[in-house]
């Protein structure tokens, strides 16, 4: 068990974690508990609940009069923070910061009415897509409902709040002959390597930028997806916007193992030879991000001379 993680290896051999659920009127704290039969996997039930139910308090109501961006800012740093990656945690400020404080934060947190989110939520769909709209509701509703558990507030302005409607597109896939002409180009040079594994295998850009050799049994035919890697945003410090940060797959399905096909086997063993970076995908030896990735598949989409509508994701 690593420090202050409340993982324990249970007699029975399955895995226990241990999550603070609510305080009572003690002041003592009532766990919750979830059990599975393996670490990884418990590790991650426990992310998942202490970020949707961060902290509840049943106990004595404390009164805040702060704005909105005050609260914003100790939501996110004191509860949340520990509790979530810093991939998750970059992405809330980003959203935060730039598409719901320029509205809210100067506005007293009890003062805040399903009036004002409404505006929020058209003035929004000006520059967003439906999706995207809901992704930073989601968000601002959990801010205002750690105010509600901890009795900040009487209401969640966020509720009953109607949404744009989604209209999924359907993906349109590459026709034979254009796969083909892709991985033709995709085999002349090392940097084709990751639009075959793509191709190939199914996995996401981020995952192949953080695919390692080790992660691969050739003798088995097997592929291990284990992590991934994305450039996340910190809008807070100055002089640094961005940051790569290679992490564990966002969810316990994307930790997956790949069979690998005869063609992409061998494509994996040539490169191997003349690798020396313990990356797959690599640029001057050292490993790529997902957006480096996406400029090869776009210069290879230039050099077939075709206008294809399918993007590395």
């Not at 051999?13 to 996997?41: F, L, N, T």
């Not at 800012?73 to 998750?88: D, G, H, Y």
Request: hydrophobic share 35%.
């Amino acid at each position: 068990m690593a420090k202050g993680e409340n993982i324990y290896k249970r007699k029975d051999g399955r895995w226990e974690g241990r999550y603070p659920k609510a305080r009572k009127i003690d002041g003592s704290i009532h766990y919750g508990y979830v059990y599975a039969r393996s670490y990884r996997v418990v590790k991650e039930q426990l992310l998942d609940k202490k970020a949707q139910k961060p902290f509840h308090y049943t106990g004595e109501i404390k009164e805040f009069h702060g704005r909105f961006g005050e609260w914003a800012n100790l939501w996110l740093t004191e509860i949340m923070a520990p509790n979530i990656k810093e991939s998750t945690y970059a992405s809330y400020s980003s959203k935060l910061q730039v598409h719901v404080l320029p509205s809210l934060e100067n506005r007293a947190l009890k003062k805040i009415t399903a009036l004002d989110i409404e505006k929020l939520v058209k003035r929004l769909a000006h520059s967003l897509a439906a999706s995207s709209i809901r992704i930073v509701f989601r968000i601002v509703k959990s801010c205002f409902e750690a105010a509600k558990e901890r009795g900040y507030i009487y209401m969640n302005p966020c509720e009953r709040i109607i949404l744009p409607k989604v209209n999924k597109q359907k993906v349109q896939a590459l026709t034979r002959e254009q796969q083909r002409a892709v991985e033709a180009e995709s085999k002349k040079t090392e940097q084709g390597l990751p639009i075959l594994l793509a191709l190939e295998t199914g996995m996401r850009i981020g995952e192949i930028c953080a695919l390692k050799w080790e992660d691969i049994d050739f003798d088995s035919s097997v592929l291990k997806v284990q992590r991934t890697k994305q450039r996340i945003a910190l809008p807070n410090l100055a002089g640094q916007r961005t940051k790569i940060v290679e992490t564990i797959p966002k969810t316990v399905n994307a930790s997956r193992s790949i069979p690998l096909s005869q063609k992409i086997k061998e494509a994996l063993l040539h490169w191997k030879k003349q690798s020396n970076s313990e990356y797959v995908v690599t640029a001057n030896e050292h490993s790529v991000e997902p957006r480096t990735v996406s400029y090869r598949f776009e210069r290879i989409k230039q050099k077939i001379g075709e206008e294809l509508s399918f993007k590395m994701e």
